[in-house]
Structure formats: C-alpha cells, structure tokens
C-alpha cells in the first residue's frame, strides 16, 4: 500500500517536472517568463501576456499551487541558462539540463561521458551529489528541460 503511494507520489513529481519550462502554462494557471515573474493563463492553453506578475523577494516562479515558492524548497520553473555546461567551480561535472549531466574530468569543458538523474531529482552544480531532490539557496541549476 504504502509502496503504491510512493510510486503515485513519484509519478505525480514526475508529471510536474516535464511541466516545468518557460512560457508554459502549467497546472498552477500561471506560466514563468524567468526565474521571479509569470503571466496568467486564466484557463487558456497560452499565457495572457498583458499582465505581468513578479514574486515578492526570496520567493521564485514554480508549478506549486502558490505561484511563488521558496526558492530553498523548489528550483525555479523557468530561470537563467547560464550554468549549463559550466565545469566550474569543481570541474567535476557540469550539468547539461535539469536532469542530465556530463563529467569534465578537471577540464574546463564537459566531456561526453554523460549520465541523467533518476526521476524526482535535479541536477545542482553547487553539490557534490550531483542529483539532488531539494535545491538550496546555493543551487546551480541549468534551466534545460
Ligand atoms: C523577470 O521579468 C520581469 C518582467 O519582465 C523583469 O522585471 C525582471 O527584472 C526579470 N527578472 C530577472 C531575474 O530576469
Ligand atoms: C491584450 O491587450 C491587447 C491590446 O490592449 C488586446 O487586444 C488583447 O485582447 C489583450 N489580450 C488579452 C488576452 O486580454
Ligand atoms: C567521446 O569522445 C571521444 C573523443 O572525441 C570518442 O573517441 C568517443 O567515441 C566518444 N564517446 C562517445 C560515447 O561518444
Ligand atoms: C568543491 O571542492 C570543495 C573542496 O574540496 C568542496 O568542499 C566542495 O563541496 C566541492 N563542491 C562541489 C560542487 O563539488
């Protein structure tokens, strides 16, 4: 029973990470258009692009139901690129998109050995773990789906 939980848990998590993107709109009825503001969808497949929102301070755009989430709890639906395939700071690896990543080796460039996390997690360039399940303040996350 309980094992069937947590797969429909897993599943469910699985669903709201394929959401996540910019400029979608997801099952919370709002689309990011980066990592801190949205438009509405108002029930339409595509964003109503005449009001813009930005979250309050600390918070950032995401598929939970409150729009506005924590950043140390949830990564960002949508957000900067930046980091994606960055070596730095360790050169151990980089991430590649949400999910996947590519060892550098100490080289400055990833290499194609690459490898995806399992479902429910992220990859953080910030950890160690490489895939992890919650970001933190420090997380480095390549917004890639
Ligand atoms: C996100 O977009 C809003 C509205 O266009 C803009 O005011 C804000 O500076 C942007 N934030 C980032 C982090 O790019
Ligand atoms: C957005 O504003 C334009 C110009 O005012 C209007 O024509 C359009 O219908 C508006 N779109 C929505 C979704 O309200
Ligand atoms: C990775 O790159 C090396 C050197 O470019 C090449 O020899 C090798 O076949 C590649 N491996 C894969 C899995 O693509
Ligand atoms: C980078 O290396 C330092 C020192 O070994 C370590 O404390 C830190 O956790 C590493 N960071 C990553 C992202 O691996």
């Not at 990592?35 to 929102?53: I, M, S």
């Not at 700071?89 to 991430?95: E, L, Q, R, S, V």
Request: proline share 4%; glycine share 6%; with cysteine.
């Amino acid at each position: 029973m309980y094992k069937l939980l947590g797969l429909v848990i897993l599943v469910s998590v699985s669903i709201a990470w394929i959401q996540a993107d910019c400029d979608v709109c997801q099952s919370n009825g709002a689309a990011c258009i980066n990592q801190t503001a949205y438009h509405l969808c108002f029930g339409a497949e595509t964003p109503d692009v005449n009001q813009t929102f930005v979250c309050t301070d600390g918070l950032v755009c995401t598929d939970q139901p409150v729009i506005c989430f924590q950043r140390s709890e949830t990564p960002a639906s949508c957000g900067d690129t930046d980091s994606c395939g960055m070596c730095a700071p360790n050169y151990t690896f980089a991430c590649t998109s949400r999910s996947t990543f590519a060892f550098c080796f100490g080289a400055l460039t990833p290499t194609n050995v690459t490898g995806s996390c399992p479902d429910g997690y992220f990859c953080d360039a910030s950890t160690q773990e490489i895939c992890v399940t919650k970001a933190t303040d420090d997380s480095i996350i390549c917004h890639l789906n």
